[in-house]
Every structure is written in C-alpha cells, then in structure tokens.
C-alpha cells in the first residue's frame, strides 16, 4: 500500500471553556467561604484525598487544601484515593502521586498510603462499604477530585467526587464490590447507596470538585459542603460535559492516538471522546472505524487499561505493558474488555496499511485520517487532505500547516507527533 496513503495537515480547534490564572487563590477562596473553621477544631486530623488522574495542576490544587487546613490548627494529611491502580499495592500508589509531584516534601504534610479498609456498614442492597482506614481513623475527610462524564457510565452522577468516595476511598477491596454490585444495580444506584452512607458516616469534611476546558486546563474550582455535595456535583458535570474536548470531525476512518494511560483517562483513551463508549445511548460521539495506539504514557507504569478498545497498535506497546497491574485493574472495574490485546505489528506502516484494509470501500488515499496526541490533548491534532474541505468551511478549526506526506520513514515507522508542530505554516493554506 505503500505511496496510497493521503497527505496530513495539523489544524487547531477553538473550545468553549474558562481557564483560572490563579488556581491556588481558587481553592483558598472556595474552602474560605466553607467557614470550616466552625468545624474543624485546632490539632483535629484531616484527611486528604489524592486520585490516580493526570489532572492538570493537581499538586498545587492538593498543595493549597493542606494549607488552608494548616492555616486552621488542623493536621491535613494525604491519602491515595485510587481504587485499584497502582497494582493495588500502596508503594504503587505512592509512587502514582510522586509522579504527580505530590510527596511529603513538596506538600509539607504526611502520606499515609494503604491498602486496608474498614467496613463501614452496607447498604440497603446488602454492599459492604469500604473505607479507607487511615481517612475512617481521622476527625475529617476532605474529598478531592474532577468531574467529568464516566468512561463506562452515563447519568447525572459519573465521574467526580461521588465516585471518589466509593472507588478511590473505598480501595481494592471496595472497587472490586462496588463494581461486581454495578454489574446486578447500575451505577447510579450504587453510587448514590455508597456514597450517602460515606457521607453520614465517614467524617466528611467537603469536597472539593474540579472541572477543566478543552484544552486540560482548569476551568473552575468548587468547594461543596457535603450535605449539598451530590446535588452539586450533577450541575458541575453538565459543565464538564459541555466544555471537554472532542474530536474534530463525527466520521473518521481510521484515528491515531500516540498515547492512553491511566494518568490520561481512566479507560486509557477516554471513550466518550473515540465514540466507544460502554452503555451509551446510540450515536453517543462520533464514528470511528478503526484506533492504532502507537505507546504508553511514562506515568501509566505499565498499566494499559483500555487497550482493548483499539483493533491494532504497535508491538512496543505489548512490549511495555505490565500485564499483572493491567489485569488487576480491568477486572476490578468490571471491564475485562479494556484489557484486550489488539493485533500488533512492529512498524506503523504495517498498523496503518491493516487499518486501511478494513475501513470499507474507502480508498486508502481518501481515508480520513486523524492523528493526535492522546484524548486530554486535542487542541492540535493531525489530519488527512480527505478533512479539508470541511475544515476550511468551519468557524471552530484554523490549518497550521501546509498538506505534506505522511512521514513515514525508511523503517516505516512516523516520528513523535509534537515533532510534527514544529512545521511552519504558509500563506497558501492560511485559512
């Protein structure tokens, strides 16, 4: 197939969506009007939360929680809240958070990381709920989290703070439970059963929600009292949902993606941007007929939860992925499809010619082809001569770049995709 395959183009798109300048002046000024000083007594014990996602500026987010509850007498401390990840051991998701740059140095307070719960009561449907036992042993719990649409889930509660006290406070223990329940309930139904008794029975302090924009930037900071955190937290995800990227066009033939991994979504390529969502109502995002994955990101370590959502990819992604820690994770989460190997070749010339194989009656050199980083970054993607027409009808996308070759080099495989921006544009396809 060589020579059949069209020339590329980078575009940028413009989403909707605010951006904080000062995120630490956020947190203070969302947990100052908390007033938790009318609950928090000075040298009280605080727990913190700190989850598994790559949420952009998440050290100075936590960082600022642990001053402001310093700042009251309180001894804040940080415990990893992440279900499973890790490999389900507590130096794995100590080693999670360092990535992230949140140790005991650079946050001035304690991590206290285990994989021990105490079962706090059961639900009306007979759910052991599981906590934490370091964050059960404190005066208080802060929960601390994003909100965004679920990668398996849809409802007015998927993603967030909700979520965080069932699946991250919860543990290994408690994941595995509470995802088993989903599978005979729904998700709603035991988000809410869990999540009701971890707030009249675990010391919940406040939330504190998280939303970004389009381009993985933070967009806004709420502090939410627990007596109003579920309600909350529904307005916050219509949000979430109408600022989160998306790609640029509803058909594609083939997609892309140089990296997935846990720190970019919990299902390594967030489904409901590919459209590959599980339990989704019909034409939920756009068609994508076929997914390459071309690596994994440093801070996954290993575990390539989702990869089962793609049909090929590269045999150095096999390579690199951490089969046990993958395992763990897709079975704890209800999800052993997530875990699938895809058909793998060594080159990206071979991965691009079998996807092009199976795209229907669609030529190779008309494909419409997408190329982009992962599914957090999709201000600047990639694409094939067959999107141009569209793109230079549309308010939202702008062209970089001139169309050239697909750069496949002498051993058929591409180059990075960040090397791609550094093309200038010209004149002659300014849009």
């Known amino acids: ?49 700190a989850g598994s996602r790559g949420i952009m500026q998440i050290d100075k987010i936590i960082g600022a929680i642990v001053r402001h509850l310093q700042a009251l007498g309180a001894k804040p401390f940080i415990v990893p809240a992440m279900g499973s990840h890790g490999g389900g051991t507590a130096d794995g998701q100590r080693a999670i958070l360092a990535g992230y740059g949140i140790t005991e140095e650079t946050m001035g307070c304690p991590i206290r990381a285990s994989m021990e719960t105490v079962i706090v009561c059961h639900t009306p449907e007979g759910v052991p709920v599981h906590f934490d036992r370091f964050a059960y042993e404190a005066d208080h719990v802060v929960v601390c989290g994003r909100i965004k649409p679920h990668t398996n889930f849809t409802g007015d509660i998927e993603s967030g703070l909700m979520k965080m006290m069932l699946i991250g406070l919860g543990k290994h223990n408690g994941a595995k439970i509470y995802h088993r329940a989903i599978q005979d309930y729904s998700f709603g139904q035991i988000v809410r059963a869990v999540g009701q008794q971890v707030i009249e029975k675990c010391h919940i302090l406040c939330g504190v929600g998280i939303v970004e924009n389009g381009y993985d930037e933070t967009a806004l900071i709420a502090g939410v009292a627990p007596e109003v955190l579920e309600a909350r937290e529904k307005e916050l995800l219509v949000l979430a949902k109408r600022w989160m990227p998306k ?114 009656l669609t030529e190779p050199d008309k494909a419409k082809i997408v190329w982009i980083e992962n599914t957090l970054q999709l201000a600047e993607v990639e694409c094939s001569i067959a999107c141009l027409e569209e793109v230079r009808s549309r308010s939202d996308l702008k062209i970089l770049t001139d169309p050239r070759p697909l750069p496949l080099d002498a051993h058929g495989n591409l180059p990075s995709l960040e090397s791609l921006a550094l093309r200038p544009r010209t004149k002659a396809h300014a849009h």
């Open 1 to 49: 197939m060589s020579g059949a395959y069209p020339p590329i183009f980078r575009i940028h798109q413009t989403f909707e969506g605010p951006k904080l300048d000062d995120v630490p002046g956020a947190v203070e000024q969302e947990l100052a009007a908390l007033k938790l000083q009318q609950k928090v007594r000075p040298g009280a014990s605080v727990a913190v939360t």
């Open 247 to 360: 790609l640029p066009f509803d058909e594609i033939d083939v997609l892309i993606v140089e990296q997935i991994g846990k720190n970019i979504s919990g299902a390594g390529m967030d489904t409901n941007i590919i459209g590959r969502k599980p339990n989704a109502p019909p034409n939920h995002g756009p068609r994508v007929r076929r997914i390459i994955v071309r690596g994994l990101t440093h801070a996954t370590h290993g575990n390539a939860a989702g990869i089962g959502y793609a049909e090929f990819c590269k045999s150095s992604v096999v390579r690199e992925i951490d089969r046990k820690i993958t395992y763990i994770n897709v079975l704890t989460g209800g999800d052993p499809e997530g875990g699938r190997m895809p058909i793998e070749y060594e080159t990206d010339r071979e991965c691009i010619d079998a996807a092009l194989s199976v795209i229907g």
